[in-house]
T-cell receptor
Framework: GAVVSQHPSRVICKSGTSVKIECRSL??????MFWYRQFPKKSLMLMATSNEGSKATYEQGVEKDKFLINHASLTLSTLTVTSAHPEDSSFYICSATGPYEQYFGPGTRLTVT | GENVEQHPSTLSVQEGDSAVIKCTYSDSASNYFPWYKQELGKRPQLIID?????GEKKDQRIAVTLNKTAKHFSLHITETQPEDSAVYFC?????????????FGKGTHLIIQP
């Protein structure tokens, strides 16, 4: 139990376009989900906390207008990277608060060309 | 905000020996300290966690110790095996059970030499 999925697993987009990443809790409801970013050989950095039915809370230094988060249901949160640039290329991982711990999704590898 | 320091960044041990990874944190309000194992390109996997009301926790070959006074916690892996090779991250948060965002350490690349 307590499975979190992400879609897509990999995406390549052109500079200036927008990309949407979905995070789903498959067998439990998650009022809180988190979005992390991980650069190659680096640690996970918390970007924002996504709460169902309310606005996301962003960490210092993360642009809310660039990284749009929508948590419209108890099983789905989306992250949209708007006007993507090559420096946004990274591994984006979501997690959801489950029964006992945070459960991580498999990650989305974003490459901006 | 919280700051988590992790050492060493790389640790190489002989198969069968023990490995110890250490972390310190800055926010005395933090009370939940999980450890994750991450293989290349995969999601982090929780291997053990400890809450602030406990000083030590053990699960087979893995143990974690916590010193709240000194604000440090450590991961101990005994009888290391090749499949233990991975990157290990410590983390801290104010609310246990995953209800709060995690602040991660920079990671330790553990290499088990055959």
């Amino acid at each position: 139990g307590a499975v979190v999925s992400q879609h897509p697993s990999r995406v390549i987009c052109k500079s200036g376009t927008s990309v949407k990443i979905e995070c789903r809790s498959l067998d439990f409801q998650a009022t809180t989900m988190f979005w992390y970013r991980q650069f190659p050989k680096k640690s996970l950095m918390l970007m924002a906390t996504s709460n169902e039915g309310s606005k996301a809370t962003y960490e210092q230094g993360v642009e809310k207008d660039k990284f749009l988060i929508n948590h419209a249901s108890l099983t789905l949160s989306t992250l949209t990277v708007t006007s993507a640039h090559p420096e946004d290329s990274s591994f984006y991982i979501c997690s959801a608060t489950g029964p006992y711990e945070q459960y991580f999704g498999p990650g989305t590898r974003l490459t901006v060309t | 905000g919280e700051n988590v320091e992790q050492h060493p960044s790389t640790l190489s041990v002989q198969e069968g020996d023990s490995a110890v990874i250490k972390c310190t944190y800055s926010d005395s309000a933090s009370n939940y300290f999980p450890w994750y194992k991450q293989e290349l390109g995969k999601r982090p996997q929780l291997i053990i966690d400890i809450r602030s009301n406990v000083g030590e926790k053990k699960d087979q070959r893995i143990a974690v110790t916590l010193n709240k006074t000194a604000k440090h916690f450590s991961l101990h892996i005994t009888e290391t095996q090749p499949e233990d090779s991975a990157v290990y991250f410590c983390a801290a948060s104010k609310v246990g059970g995953g209800a709060d965002g995690l602040t991660f350490g920079k990671g330790t690349h553990l290499i088990i030499q055959p």
